[in-house]
């Protein structure tokens, strides 16, 4: 890897910028244009990313800015990913019910893309399709959860508002949300699911042709 070295310049107009972006990423792993304009803006431009990035560099993680979607993601660095004895950084374990709960949230997000400038979901509705989709969660549950992708800013909503009317706003870090090894269990069990489901309501239904035909 080689000696390490940091050298760099960062205007004294910008210090209290640049320091809380890395906070900000090292705390919530995002930082979201669409909730941290000020923030976002300035780690968007070619120069403060390089510093930014020269920095995460020295504890072995570096910055990705997604433009299309103004989104800055802290990750691994390159150099230090097969490292040993360097733990990954914000790397979340989501539980199974947790990740079916992600997978809703990015369902919901796809579903109202276009519609408006911010990506919004009132309450009730996120519970109804949370049902719908037979999440096995209670309250204490899905609060828990919501709770977390609030921390990494992939939702955000005000936790003191319960009424059906409240506003989830979905922020396109939701993509990002995986561990892919994790996801493909998930997806895999759910598959799985499914398929056992399938058989039931194909004899259920040859059943009611049966009954037609006769």
């Known amino acids: 890897m080689g000696d390490i070295k940091l050298n ?3 205007k004294e107009e910008n210090n209290i910028l640049f320091k809380r972006c890395i906070r900000k990423l090292l705390d919530s792993t995002f930082i979201v244009g669409d909730k941290e304009e000020k923030l976002y803006s300035f780690i968007s431009r070619e120069s403060n990313r390089q510093d930014v990035s020269d920095y995460l560099r020295m504890i072995g993680l570096d910055v990705l800015v997604d433009t299309n979607v103004r989104i800055a993601m802290l990750k691994p660095n390159e150099a230090d990913e097969e490292a040993v004895g360097l733990k990954r950084a914000n790397v ?3 539980t199974t019910e947790q990740y079916h709960l992600l997978l809703v949230l990015w369902e919901i997000y796809l579903e109202n893309l ?3 400038d911010e990506n919004v979901v009132m309450r009730g509705d996120f519970i109804d399709k949370v049902k ?3 999440v096995d969660m209670d309250s204490k549950k899905l609060s828990s959860a919501m709770k977390i992708f609030k921390k990494y800013d992939l939702v955000n909503y005000d936790p003191k508002d319960q009424s059906e009317d409240a506003i989830i706003t979905l922020y396109p870090s939701l993509q990002f949300g995986w561990d892919v090894a994790q996801f493909q269990t998930v997806s895999a069990e759910y598959m799985k699911n499914n398929q ?4 039931e309501e194909q004899n259920s239904d040859s059943d009611e042709e049966e009954e037609d035909l006769e």
């Open 132 to 134: 719908a989709y037979e």
């Open 92 to 94: 979340v374990t989501f």
């Open 8 to 10: 760099i310049s960062v």
């Open 114 to 116: 276009g519609y408006s």
């Open 196 to 199: 056992l489901e399938d058989p």
